[in-house]
């Protein structure tokens, strides 16, 4: 073969790789470059909105939830955190709960402003930590990572700070300073965790919202080394193993699936068959509340048992109770009635939950406190107000007034302190 025949040879075989690879899918393209050029190569998902999408709470319920009972409740979870060592978890679950505009006539209550810059400028994590303790935000080369786990100053669970931040209102150009850098976004932020997620993780349920409310409608997604995911598997993910095992007793999963079944109403994220499989879930969770409800209204740990968890109740620690009580109230409250338990067990739910709340001590609160905003986030839902908004209003009619010196035994949150866990 002569060299000009040759070379017209390579130059065809290159141009016919060429072109296969430009009509190529983007997983396919991804895995030539991954294992032929030898990189771990990822293309960003596209993200066409910077507002997050929400959460759509269905009822507007007065009756189960009177102004009067959502105040008193609001007033116990304010976000009164000691400025030295904040806790990531608190913040983060009070931002979620607060959002990024909240504001409160009490000094001693952080804003929504302050919390959000606390968890994304090292800057300030800085102040409440000192220059000795690890950062909360890791740059990479490619984007931003949280350090999450049980050590101090960590973000508790996985992407919990990316679903509490994007459920807190933050936009996907909020500014992200780490230690190395300070232009980075929140959107770098979800680009990493895109990247970096595998099917395998210990929790999903604040992946799972995290990526919904930002990636609807794209459905399915490729992650590093080319690997594929979709809102099917995450939602499978999320159904696999015992009901009651799981992060808060496994009702997070609950809200996080009843999440992606109303987001797919209008971005149509997961398949039919998926959507059955969610729906007969949650009918089962359904179920099992209105069998495992005690007759003071709460719910136990153990509500996945049904009726043996009234006639063989577990001992549960009170925050136990407020936890699984709280989290079905906050999953209800965006469910279709289809899916709800008779209104006169909601109702009992909510009498216990307010009654339980008001009557906690602040040292009470602190020790609870990630648990106990999601009673204030639940009751708000069925009033259809963002706990801010309706704040604000009533502090306009209720203003603040500081507590005699002689009477006050209020103690404001260390988020220091450790709290229980589940």
Not at 97 to 114: I, L
Not at 129 to 143: K, N, R, S, T, V
Not at 370 to 390: C, I, K, Y
Request: proline fraction near 6%; glycine fraction near 4%.
């Amino acid at each position: 073969m002569s060299a000009k025949t040759l070379l017209v040879a390579q130059l065809f075989i290159i141009a016919s790789f060429v072109g296969a690879y430009a009509l190529s899918s983007s997983h396919a393209r991804q895995t030539v470059r991954t294992n032929i050029l030898g990189n771990d190569y990822y293309e960003p998902v596209p993200v066409v909105r910077n507002e997050p999408l929400k959460a759509r709470p269905l009822y507007n319920r007065p009756d189960l939830v009177s102004d009067e009972d959502l105040a008193a409740v609001l007033s116990q979870i304010q976000p009164r955190f000691d400025a030295r060592h904040m806790k990531p978890n608190h913040i983060e679950h009070a931002l979620r709960t607060w959002g990024v505009h909240a504001t409160f006539q009490n000094p001693k209550a952080v804003s929504g402003e302050t919390m959000l810059r606390f968890l994304t400028d090292t800057a300030s994590f800085t102040d409440s930590w000192g220059i000795d303790a690890e950062p909360l935000l890791i740059d990479h080369p490619e984007g931003v990572e949280i350090r999450y786990g049980e050590m101090q100053g960590a973000s508790y669970h996985h992407d919990h700070w990316l679903a509490c931040c994007t459920e807190a209102g933050a936009t996907l150009d909020t500014p992200i300073f780490t230690p190395g850098r300070r232009n980075w976004t929140l959107g770098d932020v979800l680009q990493q965790s895109l990247r970096d997620f595998r099917l395998d993780e210990r929790e999903t349920e604040w992946t799972a919202m995290g990526f919904a409310l930002w990636i609807a409608p794209e459905k399915n997604w490729v992650g590093s080394d080319g690997r594929q995911y979709s809102f099917d598997l995450l939602s499978t993910r999320l159904m696999r193993g015992e009901k009651q095992i799981g992060v808060c007793s496994g009702t997070h999963r609950v809200y996080s699936l009843m999440l992606l079944l109303q987001l797919d109403e209008e971005y149509d994220i997961l398949s039919d068959e998926a959507e059955v499989v969610i729906m007969d879930y949650l009918r089962f969770v359904r179920d099992a509340i209105m069998a495992s409800q005690f007759p003071d209204g709460h719910w136990p740990s153990n509500w996945p048992d049904g009726a043996d968890a009234v006639a063989h109740p577990v001992n549960d620690e009170l925050y136990k109770q407020v936890i699984a009580t709280g989290h079905h109230l906050e999953w209800l409250s965006i469910a279709p009635k289809e899916l709800h338990p008779p209104e006169e067990q909601i109702k009992k739910a909510i009498d216990w939950v307010v009654a339980t709340t008001i009557e906690q001590s602040r040292e009470d609160i602190r020790d609870r406190y990630t648990f106990f905003s999601h009673v204030g986030a639940a009751l708000a839902n069925w009033r259809q107000v963002h706990p801010a908004e309706f704040w604000h209003d009533w502090e306009a009619n209720h203003p603040w007034q500081p507590e005699p010196a002689a009477n006050d035994n209020s103690v404001e949150i260390d988020a220091s302190t450790p709290e229980k866990t589940d």
